[in-house]
């Protein structure tokens, strides 16, 4: 086959309709000679798809293999003759490609000679598909960033996927707090009662159900894929606009390895700082048990001042965390795997300045500190029957969060309100899926969760705080869901789904005011009582192909959030579920890395019911209603272009078009008279100001830019670039929390030179040093001080790799 550019590459691929199971074992008799001449026998005799894109893998000489084995095993076996590694692409279907030289042979993602593995030719396996679908069969639009180039500069949080992106949006509140959104659907700006819009998967496993985004180090991973919503039929509720999935590299029983990174970094009007990371992959059983192990911290410098404390540079944060995994090769195609997961986040003091203060200070007379503590534990089960494939996840989550706001009113008395946040969910996913080459397939699944959530609250003078009303929200979750895929005509693949979801709601306040009537306590149990609901979430998807590049797809699909409790004053009160219902139609050219041009563009509308969002109650405090019903308008648009050989430019635009089209009208009329509107106001001005979704903006773009280049001597040259611009955007409902916020330019650039199996990197952060306003919030009350968040000034970091 000539790939573009007319240069010769050679590959294989063998299709057959009933491929042999890769664990039942033949009877292998392979001569001697080139990889290409031995898998095409293996192919034949085991009736498997093998493809060798790389031609000189193709013509290098193997020895002979003979003896009884199972197909994938011949398959490693041949791959480890040659030097080359085996990747898995589908059921009996498998690539190989070279193995890095000895010298830079480590975990994958610290020692990058090759191009960046976003931008590579062979076609992506979408894991969140739940059944290996490849993104030529994918009826949807999904963002797929190699886990190489996430560590390239240093690992980082979720910012530095958001920075790759131009669908991913956050809140800023501070590493661990933060709330994200995909494709505009943005509920608020608070950690509250109300379950996320998007859905955070560390593999098969929910992250957390309704706490903040608990922003895990993107260290040693494969990928981080991006998939827009709604995603409620294979992914249930809280995937409203979407998910984030990390997809871990998986223990190698095949050798040992490792890595170390560090890095220190100096801040622009601000405080130095460091980090570090470690990977170690090492057999225990050969080819049977493997262990991997991260570890990672970083010391991220402050840069606000706090003039009436006497301090600068208070909002260093501290990073400490890191995951193990053990897998273990049981035989005849199962394995099993357990994982656990660790995080601790320290913040000195919150990220947000006065507007019409000194720049990047604010006069709060309080420290306004946070921690953020995440673990989890998994336990995987998978392997396959034939050509059914079987895996079961289950696992435990532990989420805690604690944050500190000024709450001093003007001119008066220094006050502070801290409020906890405890999650607790236990979850198990259980699936069967079978797959073909050419798309079709179906897959069946069983879910279910069990989530407790704890909000307490606490107010007053920092040395005297006093309990407030807090809520405990509890639901559990027992689910069946079901897909599958038909190929109708060779250029057109139908897919079908349904989610079927049984939820119970359950919850109750908490340090409640003895003042309370017993006519009130009574109206409190009526609204706590435990209360159940059935929810059915369909989908449907076409995906055409118009030419041998080119592809059409449509899709229509579902979202839900369960509903729950909330605090309102010194009571307790019910919000009830949301829903969302989106049809999307999407064209799609080119694959980056194989073709010159690649892009898509996508036209998304989504109606949105009895939408939950936060607003400030009388008390001044933050609470939680349904506001009314919505419409949302979505235009994104992705390209890339290979200039030159090792040059690769890329562009990606969303527009967001959205509106509050029926606000509820009880809501509308209560903010007349409190809850920080004033009452004077006309009615319909305040219909207005409940018309726009918070948090997103209109447009947000981004212009990218990768180079790599082999040197002599083994070495070589790695630059990336980039620039995104966020639009203006407001930051809640209602006047109090209405501020302008958005309207800036973020922009990044690193370089890194490899030395064999040494790198060494510079990474300047905010090149223009640009100030912003990244989140128009930094404490809830009415402080008489307007917030802004800006931007990390420019910042400039040294870094070093190794890998053995």
Avoid: C
């Avoid at 002979?64 to 990747?87: H, P, Q, T």
């Avoid at 099993?336 to 990220?351: F, P, Y």
């Avoid at 996840?393 to 409020?419: C, I, K, N, W």
């Avoid at 903010?671 to 979704?693: C, H, K, N, W």
């Amino acid at each position: 086959m000539r790939f573009p550019g007319g240069r010769l590459a050679i590959g294989l691929y063998i299709v057959t309709a009933a491929p042999v199971a890769a664990a039942e074992r033949l009877s292998v008799d392979l001569p001697a000679g080139t990889v290409g001449a031995q898998v095409m026998a293996l192919g034949r005799q085991g009736r498997a798809n093998v493809a060798v894109p790389d031609p000189r893998l193709w013509g290098r000489p193997v020895p002979a293999l003979r003896g009884r084995m199972s197909v994938e095993r011949a398959v490693a076996m041949i791959a480890r003759a040659a030097g080359a590694r085996v990747e898995t692409i589908g059921v009996s279907s498998w690539r190989l490609v070279p193995r890095r030289p000895k010298v830079e042979r480590a975990v994958r993602h610290h020692v990058p000679p090759s191009p960046p593995s976003d931008t590579q030719g062979a076609d992506v396996v979408v894991t969140a598909s739940k059944r290996d679908t490849t993104r030529d069969h994918f009826a949807g639009q999904i963002v797929r960033v190699g886990g190489d180039v996430l560590e390239l500069g240093g690992a980082g949080g979720t910012s530095r996927l958001a920075d790759r992106t131009t669908v991913v949006a956050s809140t800023y509140l501070g590493p661990g707090r933060n709330k994200l959104f995909i494709r505009g659907i943005a509920d608020s700006s608070f950690t509250g009662p109300t379950q996320a819009t998007v859905g955070q998967y560390f593999g098969d496993l929910r992250l957390s159900y309704n706490a903040p985004d608990p922003d895990l180090r993107l260290a040693d991973l494969a990928a981080v894929e991006v998939l827009e919503g709604p995603q409620g039929t294979l992914y249930g509720a809280g995937s409203l606009g979407g998910l984030i999935r990390l997809v871990p590299n998986a223990p190698d029983a095949t050798r040992a390895a490792g890595s170390v990174m560090l890095g220190g970094s100096a801040t622009t009007h601000g405080a130095p700082g460091a980090d570090a990371q470690a990977v170690l992959n090492m057999p225990v059983i050969a080819d049977r048990l493997a262990v991997r192990i991260v570890a990672d911290t970083a010391s991220e410098g402050g840069y606000i001042d706090k003039p009436l404390l006497g301090r600068t540079d208070v909002n260093r944060t501290r990073i400490e965390g890191g995951r193990a995994a053990a897998r273990l090769d049981l035989g005849g195609g199962w394995s099993v795997e357990a994982i656990g997961i660790g995080q601790r986040i320290r913040g000195a003091d919150s990220q947000y300045a006065d507007r019409d203060g000194p720049p990047l200070s604010r006069s709060a007379p309080v420290t306004e500190g946070f921690s953020a503590d995440f673990g989890q534990a998994q336990l995987v089960l998978s392997g396959r029957v034939g050509a059914v494939r079987f895996r079961s996840t289950s696992g435990v989550t532990a989420h805690d969060l604690m944050e500190r706001y000024d709450a001093t009113p003007p001119g008066g008395p220094v006050q502070l309100f801290a409020q906890a946040n405890a999650t607790r969910m236990q979850a198990n996913e259980t699936r069967a899926w079978q797959s073909s080459p050419d798309g079709s397939g179906w897959l069946a699944g069983f879910s279910y969760v069990h989530n407790r959530t704890r909000l307490t609250r606490l107010y007053g003078e920092p040395d005297a705080l006093v309990p407030r009303t807090g809520v405990v929200n509890s639901v559990e979750e027992a689910t069946l869901y079901g897909e599958a895929s038909l190929r109708l005509l060779p250029g057109l693949l139908t897919t079908a789904g349904l989610r079927i979801t049984h939820s119970v709601i359950d919850g109750a306040g908490e340090d409640l005011p003895a003042s309370l009537s017993v006519q009130t306590l009574a109206r409190l149990r009526e609204v706590t009582a435990r209360r159940g609901q059935t929810i059915l979430l369909p989908s449907a998807a076409a995906l055409i192909d118009l030419t041998s590049g080119a592809q059409l797809f449509l899709r229509y699909q579902q979202g839900f959030r369960p509903g729950g409790l909330t605090i309102e004053g010194p009571v307790v009160r019910q919000f009830r579920n949301d829903r969302v219902a989106t049809i999307e139609a999407g064209l799609r050219t080119g694959r980056p890395g194989r073709d010159r041009f690649d892009g898509s563009v996508t036209l998304a509308h989504t109606a949105w019911r009895d939408i939950q969002a936060d607003f400030i109650d009388s008390t001044g405090l933050p609470s939680t209603a349904n506001i009314g019903d919505g419409q949302l308008w979505t235009i994104e648009a992705l390209a890339g272009v290979r200039l030159a050989e090792g040059l690769r430019i890329e562009g990606a635009l969303s527009y967001n078009d959205s509106r509050i089209d029926e606000p509820s009208q009880a809501r509308a009329f209560a903010l007349t008279g409190a809850y920080g509107f004033d009452p004077a106001m006309a009615r319909a001005e305040v219909l207005a100001r409940l018309s726009q979704i918070p948090n997103i903006a209109k447009v947000t773009a981004r212009a990218g830019a990768a180079y790599h280049r082999m040197l002599a001597g083994g070495r070589d040259l790695r630059v990336d670039g980039w620039l995104r611009y966020v639009g203006p955007s407001r930051l809640g409902v209602g006047p109090m929390l209405g501020e302008r916020q958005g309207d800036y330019l973020d922009s990044g650039l690193t370089a890194r030179l490899g030395l064999g199996a040494i790198g060494v990197s510079a990474t300047v952060t905010n090149l223009a040093d640009v100030r912003g306003n990244r989140f128009a919030l930094g404490t809830p009350f009415t402080t008489g001080r307007d917030q802004v968040t800006p931007l990390r000034p420019r910042t400039l970091r040294i870094g070093l790799d190794a890998a053995f």
